[in-house]
């Protein structure tokens, strides 16, 4: 998805968003009317005919327009399993098709955005990451029930995404958000690695080694690229406050899992690591090294 | 609704969660299976047919001149109408709430915060699933929790569940893969052999195809063919790595133990360093049994933290 696709896209679902409140708003006024009219014996020479009509229409309108949202609901799903299957170009396909669809129910054209949000990060496309996720942060403000289901992982991609993209002030907006709140363990895993790569990147090591037992631990519960870099971010801390064993312990863990050129490609940062810190893959050890029957 | 939040207890530890044991009986593991299966009833199958059908009776009941003979024909068509209205919404919800049981689910899955895992799956697993892909993905985190729980037999038959539904090919290859696991953690080698061999045939995607040589693998020490282990040992290290990042641990410690078997001690130390880097050894017992003595004969990695 290019960054003008996820800008067209927001700007579609918004106004379908918008158009949806508008739909809704008019059919429960048509039927509140026709149940008022058909209830009302004080209005003589009005047709009953017309307002069960329009509580039919009003009704049927509804219905058929709830259903679109079923089919909201099953794309969504559908994109879930293609994404356990790994397959996210089939997974992309389905939530933008599922985005674009028509439905009463915003939640669901918001859990559509999200997900996509959610691919777009983890293939790099962060500015893409940045358009989606804040157009979820800004619609998730409506109501309490969206705000409860998007506004925490909205602002958690669209920082994440803001720090890859180098934006340090725009990250930390939405962190502060973040940091004054309570947390699950799912949230609270999933601000781990954003908030250790903002405070390396602005420096903050006694914070960073002070916390690195905690956090080391938690890390083990993330996947491997977000886990890499928050063992990387860490180990920097102890880096610059002297903790060399604690550094190469947290860097090992970390170049186990990921290559260290990966890991500094996404995170430069990380490049302040010695590379003799990395870890030894025994794969790679060589031939003389073989050790045999001791 | 049971929620990953309703186990998120300020004092409890996720990592010793996300290491600790699965109670589940081979009796809940058929339950589960029976309960998740897509209704197969003709009214369900129609439902939209039948729904638009329902509103439609509806209008003509209320369109019908005046002048009919129908005592109560508007009154019985408004409630035609809200049924319809009631059986939508109910569908609609229905739908709704399996999703968010799966995110759930799928959230406890992969922190590995298997107690609550186990308990949000059973809710989830509780009523009918009519997605093949979230039911194929469903079982097989099933077959997971069931090979933890130790009910090897029971994880074959939800891995079996898996391949009898029409879905796409690569959940089917995922299930023959951890099939042959399971069986071979249940010991009956012969039926894991000719699984492996069968997907030996096959034109595997990964990670399908890096399991089913992680199956090799486990054949290999089962049968004490270390040789055949540490031929392939680095290869199958290096892809391990890439395919299954921390889960690489298992094949670390089995490499450790081929190698320790044949007396290559500094080969064994630094594959097990690697894997316990990543797990603890009483959880790389866990999956693979074979690994627990393998604690008493080398060092585990020591954390400084």
């Known amino acids: 998805m290019t960054h003008e696709q996820a800008t067209q896209l927001v700007a579609r679902t918004a106004r379908r968003l918008r158009l949806a409140r508008l739909v809704k708003a008019l059919l429960l006024a048509a039927a509140v009317s026709a149940v008022l009219g058909l209830w009302s014996a004080a209005l003589p020479g009005r047709p009953r005919e017309a307002d069960s009509m329009a509580l039919i229409v009003a009704v049927v309108a509804w219905v058929t327009l709830s259903a679109a949202g079923t089919t909201v609901g099953r794309l969504t799903q559908a994109a879930a399993g293609y994404t356990a299957a790994g397959r996210p170009d089939l997974a992309e396909q389905a939530l933008i098709d599922a985005a674009g669809r028509f439905t009463l129910l915003p939640a669901n054209a918001l859990l559509a955005v999200q997900n996509l949000a959610a691919l777009a990060h983890e293939a790099g496309q962060y500015a893409q990451a940045t358009v989606l996720s804040r157009f979820l942060v800004d619609q998730a403000r409506r109501s309490r029930q969206l705000r409860r289901a998007f506004e925490r992982p909205g602002r958690l991609l669209l920082a994440d995404a803001e720090l890859m993209l180098g934006r340090l002030k725009a990250a930390y907006e939405q962190l502060q958000v973040l940091y004054d709140r309570q947390h699950t363990l799912a949230e609270k895993l999933t601000l781990l690695p954003v908030a250790s790569y903002y405070e390396a990147a602005v420096g903050w090591w006694e914070g960073l080694a002070e916390q690195a037992a905690e956090r080391a631990r938690l890390a083990q519960l993330l996947p491997p690229a977000q886990a890499a870099s928050t063992l990387g971010c860490l180990a920097l801390g102890c880096q610059h406050t002297g903790q060399f064993q604690r550094r190469d312990w947290l860097w090992r863990q970390a170049t186990l899992l990921v290559d260290r050129a990966d890991l500094v490609e996404r995170l430069p940062l990380l490049d302040g690591l010695p590379p003799d810190a990395d870890i030894r893959l025994p794969w790679k050890a060589p031939s003389s090294d073989s050790g045999e029957n001791q | 609704m049971t929620d990953l939040n309703d186990h998120d207890d300020p004092a409890a530890d996720p990592v010793a969660a996300a290491e600790a044991p699965v109670e589940l009986t081979d009796a809940q593991?058929?339950?589960?299976?029976?309960?998740?299966?897509?209704?197969?009833?003709?009214?369900?199958?129609?439902?939209?047919?039948?729904?638009?059908?329902?509103?439609?009776?509806?209008?003509?009941?209320?369109?019908?001149?005046?002048?009919?003979?129908?005592?109560?024909?508007?009154?019985?068509?408004?409630?035609l109408l809200l049924?319809?209205?009631?059986?939508?919404?109910?569908?609609?919800?229905?739908?709704?709430?399996?999703?968010?049981?799966?995110?759930?689910?799928?959230?406890?899955m992969q922190m590995r915060q298997w107690p609550a895992a186990s308990a949000l799956l059973g809710r989830l697993m509780s009523d009918p699933i009519d997605s093949p892909e979230m039911r194929s993905v469903v079982l097989l985190w099933l077959a997971e929790l069931a090979g933890r729980a130790g009910r090897h037999d029971a994880a074959v038959a939800a891995l079996d569940e898996v391949l009898s539904i029409n879905t796409v090919a690569q959940y089917h290859q995922s299930a023959m893969a951890e099939k042959a696991l399971a069986l071979l953690r249940a010991h009956r080698l012969t039926d894991a052999t000719a699984l492996l061999d069968g997907l030996r045939s096959m034109d595997l995607v990964e990670p399908v195809a890096s399991l089913a040589e992680v199956g090799q693998l486990y054949r290999r020490i089962q049968t004490r063919n270390y040789a055949a282990v540490i031929a392939e040992a680095d290869a199958l290290a290096a892809r391990a790595r890439e395919v299954f990042h921390p889960q690489a641990a298992h094949v670390y410690a089995l490499i450790a133990l081929a190698f320790e078997q044949v007396g290559n001690a500094n080969r064994a130390q630094a594959y097990y360093e690697c894997a316990t880097l990543l797990m603890s050894p009483a959880e790389l017992a866990r999956r693979f049994s074979e690994l627990g003595p393998l604690a008493d004969r080398l060092a585990p990695a020591r954390s400084p933290l």
């Open chain 2, 29 to 79: 593991v058929e339950s589960w299976i029976l309960s998740s299966r897509p209704r197969r009833g003709w009214i369900y199958r129609h439902r939209r047919g039948l729904l638009t059908l329902m509103m439609l009776l509806a209008l003509v009941l209320v369109l019908l001149p005046s002048g009919s003979d129908m005592p109560g024909r508007e009154l019985a068509g408004l409630g």
């Open chain 2, 83 to 108: 049924a319809a209205m009631v059986i939508g919404w109910r569908l609609t919800r229905q739908t709704q709430l399996t999703l968010a049981r799966y995110r759930q689910t799928l959230a406890a």
